[in-house]
């Protein structure tokens, strides 16, 4: 199966994504404090690349990985392509702690740096064309992401709102059940009260969630750094085992030069 190595990743990605997220939209705090890399829990370095702090952060990796894997799997192996991925990631998170110590690190872009690195000089011309596509594509796309996100927390605020009528309502017609001494209605409505509260306690848990989960991103350190280091080892991976690879950059150079000399003659 062709680029059967990107769509592995980005199935742990978007399924880790999914599982530590659930109904949340956002991953919560607890999972990204667990498993983000930390120098004092060094074994996150290897699951810290598989989480994302929100929808648009994901889809945006998700989205360069396909576009660079697909380049980069043309000339690499599966082991290459995954020691290229995970050691981009580790040498990234190490420079990462060293920088900034004592802040938790997420998200793939700095391994997918590693790949584009390796797309980059199995084929530039194609992988420039692909990374110029992504630029376009990416704004519109993270768009919608956060339009429907919107939309989701707002019908969530307008259900709370609604459960919260329901709430006063039921409150009052048990006041009137008592006075009247239904004791039967009584117990009734309180079983109704019960299960309103408990589906507006589940809103209000989503929404926190939403808003934190917002709060966030908007916090969130980017760090360009780190995607350096990551494009960098991939560099050093072809250094010392595929430099077959980087010696066919001259001739992709001709072959551009050639195209434009033609182009311009016609």
Same mark, same amino acid.
């Given at each position: 199966?062709?680029?059967?190595?990107?769509?592995?990743?980005?199935?742990?990605?978007?399924?880790?994504?999914?599982?530590?997220?659930?109904?949340?939209?956002?991953?919560?705090?607890?999972?990204?404090?667990?498993?983000?890399?930390?120098?004092?829990?060094?074994?996150?370095?290897?699951?810290?690349?598989?989480?994302?702090?929100?929808?648009?952060?994901?889809?945006?990796?998700?989205?360069?990985?396909?576009?660079?894997?697909?380049?980069?799997?043309?000339?690499?192996?599966?082991?290459?392509?995954?020691? @290229?991925?995970?050691?981009? /990631?580790?040498? /990234?998170?190490?420079?990462?702690?060293?920088?900034?110590?004592?802040?938790?690190?997420?998200?793939?872009?700095?391994?997918?740096?590693?790949?584009?690195?390796? /797309?980059?000089?199995?084929?530039?011309?194609? +992988?420039?064309?692909?990374?110029?596509?992504?630029?376009?594509?990416?704004?519109? @796309? +993270?768009?919608?992401?956060?339009?429907?996100?919107?939309?989701?927390?707002?019908?969530?605020?307008?259900?709370?709102?609604?459960?919260?009528?329901?709430?006063?309502?039921?409150?009052?017609?048990?006041?009137?059940?008592?006075?009247?001494?239904?004791?039967?209605?009584?117990?009734?409505?309180?079983?109704?009260?019960?299960?309103?509260? =408990?589906?507006?306690?589940?809103?209000?848990?989503? +929404? +926190?969630?939403?808003?934190?989960?917002?709060?966030?991103?908007?916090?969130?350190?980017?760090?360009?750094?780190?995607? =350096?280091?990551?494009?960098?080892?991939?560099?050093?991976?072809?250094?010392?085992?595929?430099?077959?690879?980087?010696?066919?950059?001259?001739?992709?150079?001709?072959?551009?030069?050639?195209?434009?000399?033609?182009?311009?003659?016609?």
């Amino acid at each position: 199966m062709k680029a059967k190595d990107t769509a592995s990743l980005c199935l742990l990605i978007t399924l880790a994504y999914l599982v530590l997220s659930k109904d949340y939209v956002y991953i919560p705090w607890q999972y990204l404090k667990e498993y983000g890399f930390l120098l004092s829990n060094p074994l996150t370095v290897f699951s810290y690349a598989f989480l994302h702090i929100s929808p648009t952060h994901l889809i945006s990796n998700l989205l360069l990985l396909v576009l660079v894997g697909v380049i980069a799997e043309e000339k690499i192996s599966s082991k290459e392509y995954y020691a @290229v991925f995970f050691s981009s /990631a580790i040498i /990234a998170a190490v420079v990462f702690a060293l920088l900034v110590p004592n802040t938790i690190l997420v998200g793939a872009s700095a391994a997918i740096s590693g790949v584009l690195a390796i /797309a980059f000089f199995v084929d530039f011309k194609k +992988t420039i064309i692909t990374v110029l596509i992504f630029s376009l594509v990416l704004p519109p @796309v +993270t768009s919608v992401i956060n339009t429907q996100v919107q939309h989701y927390y707002s019908s969530l605020v307008v259900e709370k709102q609604s459960l919260e009528e329901k709430q006063k309502t039921i409150e009052i017609e048990i006041s009137k059940a008592v006075k009247e001494n239904n004791t039967a209605l009584v117990e009734k409505l309180h079983e109704e009260k019960q299960k309103i509260i =408990v589906e507006k306690q589940k809103k209000e848990a989503l +929404t +926190t969630a939403i808003e934190e989960g917002k709060e966030r991103e908007k916090q969130a350190v980017v760090m360009q750094v780190v995607h =350096v280091a990551g494009a960098l080892t991939g560099v050093v991976f072809l250094l010392l085992f595929r430099k077959d690879i980087l010696i066919n950059i001259p001739e992709q150079f001709e072959d551009l030069l050639n195209h434009v000399f033609i182009q311009r003659k016609t």
